[in-house]
């Protein structure tokens, strides 16, 4: 087995699953492998006891929690030390930055940053701290604003995990680019779980996913295959000759399931097995 099989394969036991706070998440996440690194949204509409609702239950699966932090959701920094109090107590020790989807922030924090540097002034920043990264043009943000914001975010934070992209040469040119800034944080790349390809046709466009779609519809066969059902094997065979490269530094692979956790997992464990046939 190569090397970057053998790459592709601990990425694979290692990932990470995100999942939405709805009702039916918990119960399948309570499928997968105890001990697995379970990432909860937050919803501008269910608000931040939501996401900590079901962290607090996946938690008590055995799993790896962590909770996304929206900054826009946050009202101030009493609210801020009662939420990063209430992680610990629960025997959490990682968070995910967001800014959050809100069209207004409900208190002094406007994106991540603000939210990042807000936890250190508090003294109760967690033991990790995940950032967004954006392969793609943001659908509101302008791109300048999106590098420099990202190149400010890393000296806060431990790793990054980029949002959706199906471009494999947009993502490894990102990860140059990041490189190139002197970002040196390990990058997990996001990519969609085996997720219902209607919905995740809706869920591309309306987070600005044009040129990846463009991407997709040049690809011989892709676009009857979304018609189907998506997978991101495809995705990962693009990406393998960079996956044992120290130079890219990618960690590994973050599931956006939305909820589809149990078909994800499924296929991730078939994916395994078939890579487990490959000859020594």
């Not at 309306?206 to 997709?216: A, D, Q, W």
């Amino acid at each position: 087995m190569s090397e970057t099989t053998r790459t592709l394969q601990r990425h694979l036991e290692n990932a990470r699953f995100e999942v939405l706070p709805l009702r039916g998440v918990v119960e399948q996440v309570g499928k997968l492998p105890q001990g697995t690194t379970v990432t909860v949204t937050s919803s501008p509409k269910k608000g931040v006891e939501a996401t900590l609702d079901v962290a607090a239950r996946v938690r008590g699966l055995g799993h790896h929690v962590v909770p996304h932090l929206a900054a826009r959701l946050l009202t101030g920094p009493a609210q801020l030390a009662e939420v990063l109090d209430r992680i610990e107590d629960l025997g959490m020790t990682e968070v995910f930055a967001v800014a959050g989807d809100s069209a207004e922030p409900a208190g002094p924090y406007p994106d991540a940053l603000s939210l990042l540097r807000a936890m250190e002034e508090l003294g109760r920043r967690p033991s990790r701290v995940g950032i967004t990264g954006y392969p793609e043009r943001h659908a509101f943000i302008p791109d300048a604003t999106t590098i420099s914001a990202m190149s400010e975010k890393a000296a806060h934070a431990d790793y990054v995990v980029s949002q959706i992209c199906y471009d494999p040469h947009a993502l490894a040119s990102w990860v140059k680019d990041v490189r190139a800034r002197g970002v040196e944080l390990p990058i997990h790349i996001g990519v969609p779980g085996v997720v219902d390809v209607h919905r995740l046709l809706r869920i591309s466009l309306k987070i600005g996913l044009g040129e990846s779609m463009r991407f997709l519809r040049k690809q011989h066969g892709v676009v009857t295959k979304l018609l189907t059902r998506y997978t991101p094997e495809e995705l990962f065979g693009e990406l393998s000759p960079h996956l044992a490269d120290p130079a890219y530094g990618i960690a590994g692979w973050h599931f956006f399931t939305f909820n589809e956790v149990d078909r994800t997992a499924r296929w991730r464990q078939d994916l395994l097995a078939r890579i487990g046939e490959v000859p020594a």
